[in-house]
DNA sequence: AAGCACACCTGCTAGC
DNA sequence: TGCTAGCAGGTGTGCT
């Protein structure tokens, strides 16, 4: 469900929403939501702690965690991925329990944030251990963030120097660059004019400018858009709006419609295991 | 060692 | 109307 965009949408309201609250309880629900570690060493690290800043890399939601509002002294941070069902909801607390409430973070301002993840890929973690930059060790695979880092051109032509496979299998591998996922990595490729399952090693100098360019303009109009919210409504923000992307999607879901460029049917096939979308004749 | 299939789950929809 | 097969935003593992 939730890539980049949708994810910084997330932080931003977590920012001005949760951020500087403290946490008065933790309620969990399930047996997969905390999986890496004993679910009582989550409670325990969370209980009494406050909401410290929010923080994203790639599609990974890092909350810094203080002792108390006075002390800020930082004791580790919760880390949050939604995978593809997970979302996070902030409401009041006595807001009736929608059904696959995996956990529930009592706020001391009697709100709640809670994640909801009905299929339970989604998991929460803490860790104390942080590199020099602040980032969870968990983290520590993740390729550079475009937004967070900036766009490391030359650490992309390198790994793509290194592999034979497609290029949008290198968009979508998040030890190379993190956030990008199957929505975007179509919409990407559409306005970069190249073609999902292109070499990744063949590109030009031009078509990495070219394709450099795109990532930024996509992410970038998406995040202004607050994240693209598909029919079965599954991402929406901390408060449950839905985002406007969507109706900028020139390609992705859009199998057997008129390219918004050239008008020839977008095609639609089968590239890794996932379904991808392009437009046969401005895609090269 | 990159690249692929598959597993992890629930819910929705298209097609019969 | 009702069933079922197939598909979904992601990623970790284990095989080749």
């Known amino acids: 469900m939730p890539e980049l965009p949708e994810v910084e949408t997330i932080r931003r309201d977590l920012e001005q929403s949760v951020v500087a609250r403290r946490v008065d309880s933790v309620t969990l629900a399930g047996p997969r939501t905390v999986r890496r570690q004993d679910p009582a060493v989550l409670v325990a690290a969370l209980t009494g702690r406050v909401l410290a800043g929010a923080q994203r890399f790639g599609k990974y939601l890092v909350l810094p965690l203080a002792s108390s509002a006075a002390d800020c002294a930082q004791v580790g941070v919760l880390v949050v991925h939604l995978r593809m069902s997970g979302q996070l909801v902030h409401l009041d607390a006595a807001m009736p329990v929608e059904r696959h409430t995996r956990a529930r973070l009592r706020l001391d301002d009697a709100s709640e944030l809670r994640f909801v993840d009905p299929r339970?890929?989604?998991?929460?973690?803490?860790?104390?251990?942080?590199?020099?930059?602040g980032r969870p060790a968990e983290l520590a695979g993740l390729g550079f963030d475009p937004l967070v880092d900036g766009l490391d051109l030359s650490r992309l032509r390198e790994a793509a120097s290194r592999r034979s496979g497609a290029l949008?299998?290198?968009?979508?591998?998040?030890?190379?660059?993190?956030?990008?996922?199957?929505?975007?990595?179509?919409?990407?490729?559409?306005?970069?004019?190249?073609?999902?399952?292109?070499?990744?090693?063949?590109?030009?100098?031009?078509?990495?400018?070219?394709?450099?360019?795109?990532?930024?303009?996509?992410?970038?109009?998406?995040?202004?858009?607050?994240?693209?919210?598909?029919?079965?409504?599954?991402?929406?923000?901390?408060?449950?709006?839905?985002?406007?992307?969507?109706?900028h999607h020139a390609v992705y879901g859009r199998g057997g419609e008129p390219c918004p460029r050239c008008g020839t049917p977008v095609t639609r096939v089968r590239l890794a295991g996932r379904s991808a979308h392009f437009c046969p004749r401005c895609q090269h």
């Open 120 to 133: 339970t890929f989604g998991e929460l973690f803490v860790t104390e251990e942080l590199d020099e930059a």
């Open 168 to 247: 949008k299998a290198l968009l979508v591998d998040q030890r190379v660059i993190a956030g990008i996922g199957n929505i975007y990595a179509d919409e990407i490729l559409f306005v970069a004019r190249l073609r999902p399952a292109r070499s990744a090693r063949s590109l030009s100098a031009g078509e990495w400018r070219r394709l450099a360019a795109a990532i930024l303009d996509v992410l970038g109009a998406a995040v202004a858009a607050r994240g693209s919210t598909l029919s079965d409504a599954r991402y929406v923000d901390l408060k449950g709006a839905a985002g406007a992307y969507q109706h």
